[in-house]
């Protein structure tokens, strides 16, 4: 039987594209289905954890996941996969046509060291973002009660590292893609950035996967992952884009939704009413996580910034300007940090409060007139190796999903014109003035996307258990507004709030309380209070 598996570097690139989730993701090798050896998943205690939605599906249904050793994984830097386990699944490549093709999903899990509940399956984000690598760093990102109570499962959506990578540049053809000017002024710009954008199109063309990498199709996957588990519910961890795959599995599998986290939700409300909505909302996020940062570097002793918090944030601003036209030097004399270089490298840190120095750092260098510093925080995200390969396919991937997702509506990615997005970058410009005229034009790859859009179901999770929803009030990406719809379009949503700093909030520092409530919850079924509100505590 013929498979769709695809083997490329991989590269967590999800900044560019107004990208979701920026967790630390890291490559791992080619984990392998292991044929009589290895470790079995438990045995599923009834048929109803096998039992498939539809009768063509019983195959993948009925696998069981055998484990094997990681001993080829390129764990995360400072991290090791000696103690973890990998494995693949097989699911269909197309849902319609469940004897076809078949594509094979990487899987790793930490095994529990207590008294095991079950499996916790965990998704740091993106769309692009790794849930191998993201797991792999389980010690880092999930709290001791927890390991000791579930197996941290981690596993790569289709298209995304090791599940079928969507591969639709080069290296070099991605280095120039990101860095190029993100907010044309003129025709000539706009043109190039067109160019460069259908490039990535074009390269997403003949792609085997591409076509189905739609959040629906993702989640049916994580479905037979729980199946193959031997779990009868999904107890779920999802961060950024992963709360649009746990909402997304809420409504399409409500009776088998367990214990069910949402960190750092996305807006799921129909796209017609609120893409401008949705757009100005997360440029603003990332005004308001600049000006806390502002704030907060105001106090330090190395702050390259003076004046009041508007003083500084203007002299960001200025700066942004200024590489648009002025680029900076760096080691590498074919890379200066231009707007496109800049803009991640300053987006980056506002994810994690813990990398507020490395940005000051970086602004302090940038207005001495050196890149250097800035052009390695972009590298650091984008993990791009000093020999200019990447190790993750998110820059790719991150486009793959959103056009055929985005595209479903009436007004969606694929029916906006550059028109649409010229008449964004003006109210951007308005509505967040440091970010947002570069933010405007991040889905022009979908004007000329290749692969037919996919509708999505309306969400509300209805029949679903107590979901717990999550947003932080300072997030750059995930704005707080957003966990709020999400929390109430969900039957069965509850609304935990960090009033706080950074991307996400469970393990972010000063999270203590968030975390905490979230743990008793996940090991003990404990449901936070409705409207909880966390403070942080730097």
Not at 349 to 358: E, I, S
Not at 428 to 443: C, H, K, M, R, S
Not at 474 to 491: F, G
Request: include cysteine; charge should be negative; proline fraction near 7%.
């Amino acid at each position: 039987m013929s498979r769709a598996t695809v083997t490329t570097p991989v590269r967590p690139r999800r900044l560019r594209g107004l990208a979701l989730g920026v967790g630390v993701a890291v490559a791992i090798g080619g984990c392998s289905l292991v044929d009589g050896e290895g470790t079995a998943a438990p045995s599923p205690a009834d048929a109803s954890v096998t039992a498939a939605p539809e009768p063509d599906l019983g195959p993948f249904y009925e696998q069981t996941v055998q484990w094997g050793g990681c001993e080829d994984v390129d764990a995360p830097e400072g991290v090791s996969a000696e103690d973890h386990e990998c494995a693949t699944l097989e699911v269909p490549l197309d849902y319609e046509d469940p004897a076809g093709e078949r594509l094979e999903i990487a899987l790793t899990r930490l095994p529990a060291t207590g008294d095991r509940l079950g499996s916790l399956v965990v998704n740091p984000g993106g769309p692009g973002g790794s849930g191998v690598d993201y797991a792999l760093q389980a010690a880092f990102v999930t709290s001791d009660e927890l390991r000791a109570a579930y197996d941290v499962v981690g596993f790569d959506p289709r298209g995304v590292a090791r599940s079928g990578g969507v591969d639709c540049l080069d290296d070099a053809a991605y280095d120039e893609f990101a860095a190029a000017d993100p907010s044309p002024d003129d025709t000539a710009e706009l043109v190039e950035l067109e160019r460069l954008s259908g490039a990535l199109a074009d390269g997403c063309a003949d792609d085997p996967v591409a076509p189905y990498v739609d959040t629906v199709s993702a989640t049916r996957d994580m479905d037979v992952l729980r199946a193959a588990l031997g779990d009868s519910e999904l107890t779920y961890l999802g961060k950024s884009y992963g709360t649009v795959l746990g909402a997304m599995y809420a409504e399409l599998f409500p009776d088998r939704t367990g214990r069910m986290v949402l960190d750092g939700a996305v807006d799921l409300t129909p796209r017609e009413a609120s893409d401008l909505q949705t757009a100005i909302e997360q440029a603003r996020g990332f005004e308001v996580a600049m000006e806390s940062f502002v704030a907060d570097c105001l106090q330090q002793e190395d702050c390259p910034l003076t004046g009041t918090v508007e003083d500084g944030v203007s002299q960001v601003q200025g700066l942004l300007a200024a590489l648009e036209t002025a680029p900076l030097p760096t080691p590498d004399p074919d890379r200066p940090v231009g707007q496109g270089l800049g803009l991640f490298a300053l987006i980056g840190p506002l994810y994690q409060y813990d990398l507020w120095p490395a940005l000051r750092q970086g602004l302090a260098g940038a207005l001495a007139g050196d890149g250097e510093v800035l052009l390695l925080i972009n590298d650091l995200f984008a993990e791009r190796e000093p020999d200019g390969s990447y190790r993750n396919n998110a820059g790719e991937a991150i486009y793959a999903v959103n056009c055929v997702d985005g595209g479903a509506d009436p007004g969606g990615l694929q029916e906006l014109g550059v028109e649409d997005y010229d008449e964004l970058a003006d109210v951007l410009a308005e509505e967040a003035p440091t970010f947002g005229p570069q933010l405007a034009y991040g889905g022009l790859p979908c004007l000329s996307w290749p692969h037919d859009p996919v509708a999505w179901p309306e969400i509300d999770g209805a029949g679903a258990g107590d979901i717990v929803v999550v947003g932080t009030t300072r997030d750059p990406a995930t704005p707080a507004v957003w966990a709020e719809r999400l929390a109430e379009q969900l039957e069965s949503g509850v609304l935990v709030t960090f009033d706080g700093d950074g991307h996400t909030a469970y393990g972010q520092t000063g999270a203590g309380c968030v975390d905490s409530a979230l743990d008793a919850y996940l090991v003990e079924g404990t449901v936070p209070e409705d409207g909880l509100v966390c403070p942080a505590e730097y």
